[in-house]
């Protein structure tokens, strides 16, 4: 083992759509990767159509790496709890069949006592009014989910949210947590930072790593987001911070994103462009150092700026999942007045 994957823990948790569960624990500070897989039956090395079949045993699980340092095996626990839904036998929310049931892979006696010990915490705390059913198993072994499912999030950030909110995931953790819902990001600026070369190459697509990381340029019409009217914010896909809003987004007829202003000018760095022999202003991040694209001064009135953005450098986040994520202080911008 490497050195510095000495002090790098596993937990091994299920608790519904693996999709869910891996974009919720990776925004927890601490937490160093999370892996969508396949955890808990009998056949080797399970394809997804096998699991989500139900015929093997096995549960879509995540198996999570964390930093026992920043982040406690208890405090990975309470958030799970605050995750899932612990009552149900038959799966997760829209997802039914045992291959979708909750459950904890313990990896030592220590995660078993501690586990077992805040189920049985969570059951006396008279939160729900049914008995708390997540098994408590030990862990054998674990299989690493097909590369399309992995940070599933954020390739496919739109079929993604489409699919959680309509899941009943989200409205059912706010009925029963309410204000006790724990923020899966923190929201300061402090938070936000560019993960190593070796961590991006597997977790951003091909295309989002020669985009924000070799100054590529998508094509245009073929992108994502250049024609999204869903109103919400945009995001560094390495980084997370906050960037741009739909309310200042136009319809430029570039075939790339467009936007009137920064959300948040102090994330956005300017600098000028020489490449391809001529004279441009480049937009980076400044805390994830990203690639953006570029600003141009044939803009909408009053301020005359197109922010023509990559889609493959930003993740959109819905108005009605900025409080789950971590953006809450966004919402009062699309407050009707």
């Known amino acids: 083992m490497a050195k510095e994957d000495m002090t790098v823990r596993k937990a091994t948790f299920a608790g519904g759509c693996f999709w869910c569960t891996e974009a919720d624990f990776e925004k927890l500070p601490g937490v160093v990767k999370v892996v969508s897989g396949y955890a808990g039956g009998e056949k080797e090395n399970p394809t997804y159509g096998e699991v989500s079949s139900g015929t093997t045993g096995h549960v879509e699980a995540i198996q999570v790496y964390y930093d026992p340092s920043k982040i406690t095996y208890g ?123 070796a961590t991006l190459r597997k977790r951003l697509s091909t295309l989002q790593y020669k985009v924000t990381q070799q100054n590529g340029t998508e094509p245009a019409f073929q992108n994502e987001y250049w024609d999204n009217k869903r109103e919400g914010i945009y995001v560094d896909i390495v980084s997370g911070e906050p960037l741009f809003s739909s309310l200042d987004k136009f319809d430029s007829g570039t075939g790339w994103p467009s936007f009137t202003k920064p959300l948040e000018p102090g994330s956005i760095v300017e600098k000028e462009d020489g490449s391809f022999f001529m004279k441009r202003i480049e937009v980076r991040s400044k805390y994830g150092d990203s690639h953006l694209g570029h600003v141009f001064p044939d803009g909408p009135k009053p301020a005359g700026l197109r922010y023509c953005m990559n889609s493959a450098a930003l993740r959109f986040i819905p108005k009605e999942n900025l409080e789950r994520e971590g953006y809450g202080k966004y919402l009062t911008l699309f407050v009707r007045k």
């Not at 799966?91 to 995660?111: K, M, N, P, T, W």
């Not at 909110?165 to 989200?170: K, T």
């Open 75 to 197: 405090e990975l626990l309470d958030f799970f709890w605050k995750h899932i839904d612990p009552t149900d036998k038959g799966g997760q929310f829209v997802d039914r069949g045992l291959q979708y049931r909750s459950a904890i892979f313990y990896h030592d006696e220590e995660q078993e006592g501690l586990a077992e010990k805040s189920k049985e915490e969570l059951d006396k705390s008279g939160r729900f009014n049914k008995p708390v059913v997540t098994e408590i198993v030990r862990f054998t072994k674990f299989y690493d989910a097909e590369e399309y499912h992995q940070d599933y999030y954020k390739k496919h950030s739109l079929k993604y949210s489409f699919y959680r909110n309509g899941s009943g995931r989200d409205q059912f953790l706010r009925k029963a947590w309410g204000k006790d819902l724990e923020k899966s990001k923190p929201e300061n600026g402090s938070s936000y930072e560019k993960t190593d070369v």
